[in-house]
């Protein structure tokens, strides 16, 4: 990631709701045409199992390729919920988006449940992004055999006929040119993120952290241009150098008293945004931990670990505390997510680097190399 100053995100230029899983790849994203699993550690993009369960990935990879052309006369600009580099996202858009993940979740024999409102927007959101990033390299979409194979695949996963497949969607009024369009920009997705952004001879690990600093550089501010027309209003300014940093308030799981950033004046704060599932979360931890450790006495560095999870995973989030050596702050993110919506996160991990009189010099998206991590400290130890 580029460490310039012009990386801060700022209110004029992108405003983003934040995502409970922003984190690259997300949990549960599958594709039909590989069938290896991983034994240990978080699933991966191309590799993990194909069943029934991962119909519902298709969302994640696709529907947006269908709802970059919306039919005519059926929208107008009071429905615009977000514009993506000059693209429009309406409201009809996110409704066909959760209108097909229940059409999925049907189909599966355990659901976790619908997306919001909010999480569909953002979804939409990267898709419009990710798809930009493909064409502008060129990259051809998956030829139609093989987009009709993926589909029998999932299907016969789910122990559907085909004919079975299509009264689904039509129960739920989606059409089946939805489905393929969708799975036509998840290939698409998927194996630009192979060929181009993540070769799968690396390591899980460095795949999983290419891939998430890939997804953050998508929102960099000096080639995307994200406006939510009705949304974040009330959020206030992102926060950027220069600008006082928002208020982050909570109980501390170490010490189980309150904790306020703005009663922090004189100290150099660290608010790290991060979750018990992300990959390069725990890849940049240590090196957090290594620097708290070697100025919360010298410099007085204080760090605010916010997990963007929320407080029902509070067991969690508390063993991933004691096998991190986490003895600075932690806290959870409330229902409403305030805390990332006050910060406009749009992907995890992502840092603020807050100086002694409560101002923020720096701005990191995505996880920190070593080199950045003491980039950013060096702005606020002073």
Not at 204 to 210: F, G, M, P, T
Not at 322 to 347: C, E, G, P, R, W
């Amino acid at each position: 990631m580029s460490e310039t100053d012009d990386r801060y995100i700022n209110d004029e230029t992108i405003e983003l709701p934040p995502l409970r899983v922003q984190c690259w790849p997300p949990p549960e994203l599958g594709d039909g045409r590989h069938q290896q699993s991983r034994a240990d550690g978080p699933r991966r993009l191309p590799w993990s199992r194909v069943v029934a369960a991962t119909l519902l990935a298709i969302l994640a990879g696709g529907v947006y390729f269908y709802l970059l052309a919306p039919a005519g006369g059926q929208n107008d600009s009071a429905s615009i919920v977000a514009i993506v580099n000059g693209t429009e996202i309406h409201q009809s858009d996110v409704d066909v988006y959760i209108s097909l993940t229940k059409a999925l979740n049907a189909a599966r024999t355990s659901s976790s449940g619908n997306p919001s409102e909010e999480n569909a927007l953002n979804q939409l959101v990267y898709q419009t992004l990710a798809l930009e990033d493909a064409r502008k390299h060129n990259y051809p979409p998956p030829a139609p055999d093989e987009v009709n194979r993926y589909i029998n695949n999932l299907t016969a996963s789910a122990k559907l006929s085909a004919a079975g497949l299509d009264q689904l969607l039509d129960r739920y009024g989606v059409a089946r040119s939805v489905l393929t369009d969708a799975v036509q920009a998840k290939l698409t997705i998927d194996d630009y993120l192979n060929q181009q952004v993540a070769r799968p001879d690396l390591t899980a690990d460095q795949r999983d952290l290419l891939i998430n600093n890939w997804r953050a550089a998508l929102y960099d501010p000096k080639v995307a241009r994200v406006s939510f027309p009705t949304k974040l209003r009330e959020a206030g300014p992102a926060p950027k150098q220069g600008r006082y940093a928002p208020e982050v308030a909570g109980t501390d799981l170490n010490t189980g008293k309150p904790i306020k950033l703005s009663e922090l004046k004189g100290h150099p704060v660290l608010v790290n945004f991060w979750a018990t599932w992300c990959v390069p979360c725990k890849t940049e931890m240590p090196e957090i931990v290594a620097a708290y450790n070697q100025y919360k006495d010298s410099k007085g560095l204080v760090v605010v670990a916010v997990s963007i999870e929320g407080p029902s995973v509070k067991d969690k989030v508390l063993a991933f505390m004691h096998d991190y050596k986490m003895t600075f702050a932690v806290m959870t993110d409330d229902d409403n997510q305030s805390l990332s919506l006050a910060y406009h996160v749009i992907s995890i991990p992502t840092s603020a680097f807050i100086d002694r009189s409560g101002v923020v010099q720096w701005m990191q998206l995505g996880a920190m190399s070593a080199p950045q991590l003491a980039s950013g400290l060096d702005k606020i130890l002073k």
